[in-house]
């Protein structure tokens, strides 16, 4: 089930765009569920009692609660959601990127506009819920990727940091890890022989460190800066 909510209070509106995206979903045969809210808070409730949508797509003006605010609220709660925000106004834009969104629309929303954004979304999303596989002491794991803070080594061991304290540990090279993320996803990024961090969980980059999520300092060694700062360009 592809989960797709859509916050708007201009009621006429939003029918509208839930109708293309149903018209979408059917040309694309992708079982949708399609979420209709006139307020953020409804939203963040509605995530909180039955889990993350792969695409939320918000109006920069719904309230109380703007869609900035809104955003932070949803990534916090659901890192691997794609933001699309929408506006008739447009010097919003610069605002917006605040929070890195996927898309930006500009009101009104042309059909195969919205189309093209969802075509692409759906690869997006395929990625981000794809899964890390490992086994420990005869059992078999499957970890979300977009769970995972960032993997480390430790002698002949990897471990892997995720998001609520989650550890995990098995037998491997982190090279050999680096490898096979590589194929699986393009938002991890190794910034020490030591390292291999999930982007998408960075909260600050410093001169010789990354702050994580979960507020952990990790060392950036000093062959990789430069190439962490590529890195980080061209994912922003």
Not at 109 to 130: G, R
Not at 212 to 220: C, D, F, G, T, Y
Request: hydrophobic share 35%; aromatic share 14%; proline share 2%.
């Amino acid at each position: 089930m592809y989960r797709i909510a859509v916050c708007d209070k201009n009621t006429v509106f939003l029918d509208k765009l839930c109708s293309y995206l149903i018209k979408w979903s059917e040309m694309r045969h992708i079982k949708a569920d399609i979420g209709r809210f006139n307020d953020g808070m409804d939203l963040l409730e509605n995530i909180r009692e039955y889990g993350y949508y792969q695409v939320v797509i918000l109006d920069m003006e719904i309230g109380k609660l703007n869609g900035l605010l809104l955003a932070e609220h949803i990534q916090k709660m659901c890192t691997g959601t794609l933001i699309v925000f929408m506006s008739a106004c447009d010097h919003y834009y610069k605002q917006a990127y605040r929070v890195h969104p996927y898309y930006f629309f500009s009101k009104p929303i042309h059909v195969q506009e919205l189309y093209s954004v969802m075509n692409s979304a759906v690869v997006k999303s395929e990625i981000c819920d794809q899964t890390f596989c490992f086994s420990y002491k005869m059992t078999r794991y499957s970890i979300p990727i977009r769970e995972i803070f960032y993997f480390f080594s430790d002698r002949r061991r990897v471990g892997i940091v995720c998001r609520d304290d989650k550890n995990y540990w098995f037998y491997e090279r982190l090279d050999h890890v680096e490898e096979i993320m590589e194929k699986k996803a393009d938002r991890f990024i190794r910034i020490h022989k030591s390292f291999f961090v999930n982007s998408r969980h960075v909260r600050a980059y410093g001169y010789g460190y990354v702050e994580m999520a979960n507020q952990e300092k990790l060392p950036v060694s000093r062959p990789r800066r430069k190439d962490l700062h590529r890195k980080k360009r061209e994912l922003t």
